[in-house]
């Protein structure tokens, strides 16, 4: 049987290469163990992330060759806010350079320090711009999310129990906003479901807070709700997409995943005071309210691919990838999160090398142990990515401990899925001759970019 029909042709290739086994063994060891380290060239099939790695349809590049790069006033700028009003229905829409400059806009005007933003799991720019101006992310996902095995059809859910619970014990002022993450990167691309989203404004507007959407992949997570939630069967997605968003004050929203584009991001809201005070600083951060650090060509391409990547077709196309490759994966028994989501498909470290205490930090070693078998890069998303604890200074060892496969979109063969599905199943087999690593360099902020390993002794 094949795999999912591409609903495209190819106009434009890119050459890729196996390096030797040789060079794969000497690169993982100068990149410290860390595949955020690895230089491009050494990479064959690149999982690392779905994040500014799409390819652009024919429409979008046409659209670069329009690019209108004044100062000021763009007409790429005007393009751009009326496809976030179309697709989304936000009002009002602040440009910046992509989705943590719009993250540093946002926690900088709401947040107080001593404050708490609550969220359906953190993702780690957010957890850090929350951190930033004085707050905490305390998690008030529905505890399904926490378990692998689980296949809660909406493991996004926010638990309104937890947050209820947080309100009882510090209080509604403490609470700066409620942050709604959609289909949950850091639980496996887990979608958020309708009813849920609308409970969450109600309690919200009962207690007189704001709720802030972190909307990055809201395309694939309305796509979810189509495809799993009573009633949504025929609506069309942008319908879907509007009435999310009308269950927020505002979002955040990083361009480069569902949009298609290799850059870009924007804040949007229904909020005229929050739109007020954000563009007034975003000309201190990121560059005048009609760029924000975007080229005029960049604009015209994200304004054009948030409708593109509302395409049923597409985002069918789109999903059934990503489950390719886990179903491929499962049918060998490979530990996998489940159900599969939208963007990715994720080991879980701790069953793949249970051999492997928490502090040699299995999922890192599982992600370099992958590049070195196949040349496919993945990335660690376990104890590493979550950091340490902001008052004891302890590293955070979560229940996730995980590796990423993010499948770039548009960009690989059903055969490159194949080929990844059989190296890791390879691996597997030889599992038990895998050393974990030691931690030998730790940045301060984020410290999954830049860290390094050294292998110990079995
Ligand atoms: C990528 C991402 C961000 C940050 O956006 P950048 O464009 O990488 O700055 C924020 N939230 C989520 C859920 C993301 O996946």
């Given at each position: 049987?094949?795999?999912?029909v591409?609903?495209?042709?190819?106009?434009?290739?890119?050459?890729?290469?196996?390096?030797?086994?040789?060079?794969?063994?000497?690169?993982?060891r100068?990149?410290?163990f860390?595949?955020?380290?690895?230089?491009?060239?050494?990479?064959f099939?690149?999982?690392?992330?779905?994040?500014g790695?799409s390819?652009?349809?024919?429409?979008?590049w046409?659209?670069?060759?329009?690019?209108?790069?004044?100062?000021?006033?763009?007409?790429?700028?005007?393009?751009?806010e009326?496809?976030?009003?179309?697709?989304?229905?936000?009002k009002?829409?602040?440009?910046?350079h992509?989705?943590?400059?719009?993250?540093?806009?946002?926690s900088?005007?709401?947040?107080?320090?001593?404050?708490?933003?609550p969220?359906?799991?953190?993702?780690?720019?957010?957890?850090?711009?929350v951190?930033?101006?004085?707050?905490?992310?305390?998690?008030v996902?529905?505890?399904?999310?926490?378990?692998?095995?689980?296949?809660?059809p909406?493991?996004?859910?926010?638990?309104?129990?937890?947050?209820?619970?947080?309100?009882?014990?510090?209080?509604?002022?403490?609470?700066?906003y409620?942050n709604?993450?959609?289909?949950?990167?850091?639980?496996?691309?887990?979608?958020?479901?309708?009813?849920n989203l609308?409970?969450?404004?109600?309690?919200?507007k009962?207690?007189?807070?704001?709720?802030?959407?972190d909307?990055?992949?809201?395309?694939e997570n309305?796509?979810?709700?189509r495809?799993?939630?009573?009633?949504?069967?025929?609506?069309p997605?942008?319908n879907?997409?509007?009435?999310?968003?009308?269950?927020?004050?505002g979002?955040?929203y990083?361009?480069?995943?569902d949009c298609?584009?290799?850059?870009?991001?924007?804040?949007?809201?229904?909020?005229?005071?929050?739109?007020?005070?954000?563009?007034?600083?975003v000309?201190?951060y990121?560059?005048?309210?009609?760029?924000g650090g975007?080229?005029?060509?960049?604009m015209?391409?994200?304004?054009?691919?948030?409708?593109?990547?509302t395409?049923?077709?597409?985002?069918?196309?789109?999903?059934?990838?990503?489950?390719y490759?886990?179903?491929?994966?499962?049918?060998?028994?490979?530990?996998?999160?489940?159900?599969?989501g939208?963007h990715?498909?994720?080991?879980?470290?701790?069953?793949?090398?249970?051999?492997?205490?928490?502090?040699?930090?299995?999922?890192?070693?599982?992600?370099?142990?992958?590049?070195?078998?196949?040349?496919?890069?993945?990335?660690e998303r376990?104890?590493?990515?979550?950091?340490?604890?902001?008052i004891?200074?302890e590293?955070?060892?979560?229940?996730?401990?995980?590796?990423?496969?993010?499948?770039?979109?548009?960009?690989?063969?059903?055969?490159?899925?194949?080929?990844?599905?059989?190296?890791?199943?390879k691996?597997?087999?030889?599992k038990?001759?895998i050393?974990?690593?030691?931690?030998v360099?730790?940045?301060?902020?984020?410290?999954?970019?830049?860290?390094r390993?050294?292998q110990?002794?079995?």
């Open positions: 049987m094949h795999g999912p591409e609903p495209f042709k190819i106009k434009v290739v890119e050459p890729v290469k196996i390096p030797s086994e040789k060079r794969r063994k000497d690169a993982i100068e990149a410290g860390n595949t955020f380290l690895l230089l491009s060239v050494d990479v099939i690149d999982l690392l992330t779905d994040s790695t390819a652009m349809s024919d429409n979008q046409a659209g670069m060759m329009i690019g209108d790069e004044a100062y000021a006033g763009s007409k790429n700028f005007y393009t751009l009326k496809s976030v009003q179309d697709v989304l229905g936000y009002y829409m602040v440009p910046t992509q989705g943590r400059g719009a993250e540093h806009l946002m900088k005007n709401l947040i107080k320090p001593g404050q708490l933003v969220r359906n799991m953190y993702f780690t720019t957010s957890k850090l711009h951190e930033l101006p004085g707050g905490t992310m305390p998690d996902i529905i505890d399904e999310a926490h378990d692998p095995e689980n296949t809660h909406f493991k996004g859910n926010i638990d309104l129990k937890k947050l209820e619970k947080l309100i009882d014990e510090h209080g509604v002022e403490k609470i700066a409620i709604v993450e959609m289909d949950v990167n850091m639980a496996g691309g887990q979608p958020v479901s309708m009813q609308r409970e969450v404004y109600e309690f919200a009962e207690h007189k807070l704001k709720v802030i959407f909307a990055t992949r809201s395309s309305a796509y979810f709700i495809e799993r939630e009573k009633g949504y069967e025929d609506t997605i942008i879907i997409l509007r009435e999310m968003m009308s269950y927020s004050d979002c955040i990083s361009s480069k995943k298609l584009v290799n850059i870009g991001g924007f804040l949007a809201t229904h909020d005229k005071e929050i739109f007020e005070k954000t563009r007034s600083e000309v201190v990121e560059g005048l309210h009609t760029y975007m080229a005029g060509r960049d015209e391409a994200v304004a054009r691919g948030l409708r593109e990547g395409q049923y077709e597409y985002l069918k196309y789109r999903t059934n990838q990503t489950r490759l886990g179903e491929l994966l499962i049918k060998e028994n490979i530990p996998v999160v489940k159900p599969i939208g990715a498909v994720f080991l879980n470290a701790l069953k793949f090398l249970p051999h492997l205490p928490r502090e040699q930090w299995p999922a890192q070693t599982l992600s370099a142990a992958i590049y070195e078998e196949s040349g496919v890069r993945s990335m376990g104890a590493v990515s979550k950091g340490r604890d902001k004891t200074g590293n955070i060892f979560p229940k996730l401990e995980l590796v990423r496969l993010t499948i770039p979109r548009r960009v690989y063969t059903n055969t490159h899925m194949e080929y990844t599905a059989e190296s890791i199943i691996l597997y087999e030889k038990d001759t050393p974990g690593l030691k931690m360099h730790e940045p301060k902020y984020l410290r999954f970019f830049q860290s390993f050294e110990v002794s079995l």
